[in-house]
């Protein structure tokens, strides 16, 4: 009954006769993997796609020198392996939980049955992967124009409009996550993230309290955003590569 409940409310399934969505349930199962599980290897048949029902979870990839790359972390109603599942190919990154989860296993042959029924789900499931790959166009366009700082200042001011709904002196945000995770979120990887936000603070842009990041000086942080320079220091660039190559290949995860 939980799981018929958690397809329901998502957008895939939506409005479907509960009867052919109950004949779904049967194949579906309710994992629960604490933070730290493996979800699944990247290289191993996707012979599933998943529904997150609550936690996180990070999808991940090595860069050529063997660094883990956060390639996008997903959240609570949001799906996650769809497309792999549906051609049949391999998972080609691995999925970590972050947090304590749950989260719906839909096999790919009973979802595959539901297709032939219900055609218009496919159309759901195209109109959800192809946000999925605007939303990376967006973000590979950032990391390719815009410099780590420029990007770490626009997240914390965006975070203040979404947490206090203003940007001010002493507005405090809360990072949300661990540094890696943010740092994913800005298309970068953790060392750079710490040594640009602790370089906000001697500028005395920012103070850092933990995840706790009091904004000193707003305006300063708007002319650091406004940066579209390439000036991301020795090694950026590579940085910036493997990001891309990551980036793009977990659009095929989609």
């Given at each position: ?73 997903i959240r609570a109603g949001e799906t996650f392996a ?54 990376f166009r967006t973000r590979l366009e950032e990391i ?23 940007v001010a002196t002493g507005v405090e945000v809360n ?80």
């Amino acid at each position: 009954a939980r799981i018929l409940g958690y397809l329901e409310r998502h957008t895939l399934f939506h409005d479907l006769p509960r009867n052919d969505l109950a004949d779904l349930v049967l194949d579906c199962r309710l994992r629960t993997p604490f933070k730290g599980d493996r979800v699944f290897e990247a290289g191993q048949p996707a012979e599933s796609f998943y529904l997150l029902v609550t936690g996180e979870v990070k999808l991940s990839s090595a860069t050529p020198s063997g660094r883990e790359c956060v390639v996008e972390v997903i959240r609570a109603g949001e799906t996650f392996a769809l497309v792999p599942c549906l051609d049949e190919g391999d998972y080609p990154v691995s999925a970590t939980a972050l947090t304590d989860c749950a989260m719906v296993r839909v096999p790919r042959l009973a979802f595959s049955r539901l297709l032939h029924r219900h055609p218009e789900v496919g159309a759901r499931a195209t109109r959800e992967v192809a946000s999925r790959m605007r939303r990376f166009r967006t973000r590979l366009e950032e990391i390719s124009t815009r410099t780590v700082p420029a990007r770490s200042a626009s997240h914390l001011l965006r975070l203040a409009e979404e947490q206090k709904g203003h940007v001010a002196t002493g507005v405090e945000v809360n990072l949300g996550g661990t540094r890696e995770v943010v740092a994913a979120a800005i298309g970068t990887v953790r060392e750079v993230f710490v040594r640009t936000i602790r370089g906000f603070e001697k500028k005395g842009l920012v103070a850092i309290h933990g995840r706790r990041i009091v904004l000193l000086d707003p305006d300063g942080l708007q002319e650091v955003a406004a940066d579209r320079g390439r000036r991301s220091g020795p090694g950026g660039h590579m940085v910036r590569a493997a990001l891309r190559e990551r980036a793009l290949e977990a659009l095929s995860l989609h």
